[in-house]
Nanobody, 127 residues
Framework: QSQLEESGGGLVQPGGSLRLSCATS????????IGWFRQAPGKGREGISCISYQGDGRNYADSVKGRFTISRDNAKNTVYLQMNSLKPEDTAIYSC????????????????????WGQGTQVTVSS
């Protein structure tokens, strides 16, 4: 049973916006860096954004830089991914993952560092 759950996916037109949420059950996110990953049909899993456990460090893949914003609310045990100016090539299954990493300012887009994963939510960008 997954301990992370994504929500907020759906169908959106090019240029539109969506906000994804990643919530946990059964454990606190306080000491975890959180990453967002996506996998398009026929492609490998791509790390697109991550945030350190205190929210003082963020990284973005070049493909989403300037369009996506990651944030977290530890009081709500939730991490968000605001996606603006969406393009058809952003179509994918989006998953969040947690890495136990209480290191100030640190997070990585390396999926191998993440031990807890959600099931994913579908994002489709199409007119």
């Amino acid at each position: 049973q997954s301990q992370l759950e994504e929500s907020g996916g759906g169908l959106v037109q090019p240029g539109g916006s969506l906000r994804l949420s990643c919530a946990t059950s059964g454990f606190s996110l306080d000491a975890f860096a959180i990453g967002w990953f996506r996998q398009a049909p026929g492609k490998g899993r791509e790390g697109i954004s991550c945030i350190s456990y205190q929210g003082d460090g963020r990284n973005y893949a070049d493909s989403v830089k300037g369009r996506f914003t990651i944030s977290r609310d530890n009081a709500k045990n939730t991490v968000y991914l605001q996606m603006n100016s969406l393009k058809p090539e952003d179509t994918a299954i989006y998953s969040c993952a947690a890495n136990f990493s209480p290191v100030p300012g640190y997070c990585a887009l390396d999926k191998g560092q993440y031990g807890y994963w959600g099931q994913g939510t579908q994002v489709t960008v199409s007119s």
